[in-house]
């Protein structure tokens, strides 16, 4: 899977796009994890489970960045989280297709 291929998943631009995006990164983020738990994919750095950690004591927190807001931060600051771990989804995803190093 490139890059391209997780941006757009062939469903072209706009909100549409954006929200396959999400999901399939959701996806492939709970794989990385759950093939690393069972020690089929070991070349997860450290830091991706730090981001998953604050994300979810985050998003589980009664305190919210901007308060009036709501949900909105917790879901900007689940994008940002993803976002940051892109290298490492395409990583993983060219792992599982096969295209990538052995794990």
Do not use: T
């Amino acid at each position: 899977m490139d890059r391209n291929e997780l941006d757009s998943g062939g469903k072209g631009g706009g909100i549409g796009g954006q929200v396959w995006w999400f999901l399939k990164s959701i996806g492939l983020l709970f794989g990385m994890l759950l093939d690393y738990g069972r020690g089929r994919y070991r070349k997860v750095p450290w830091w991706v489970f730090a981001a998953v950690a604050f994300v979810l004591l985050f998003a589980l927190s009664p305190l919210g960045l901007i308060p009036v807001l709501g949900e909105l931060d917790d879901a900007a600051v689940v994008f940002i989280c993803l976002k940051m771990l892109d290298n490492e989804l395409l990583r993983y995803a060219a792992w599982r297709k096969g295209d990538g190093d052995e794990a």
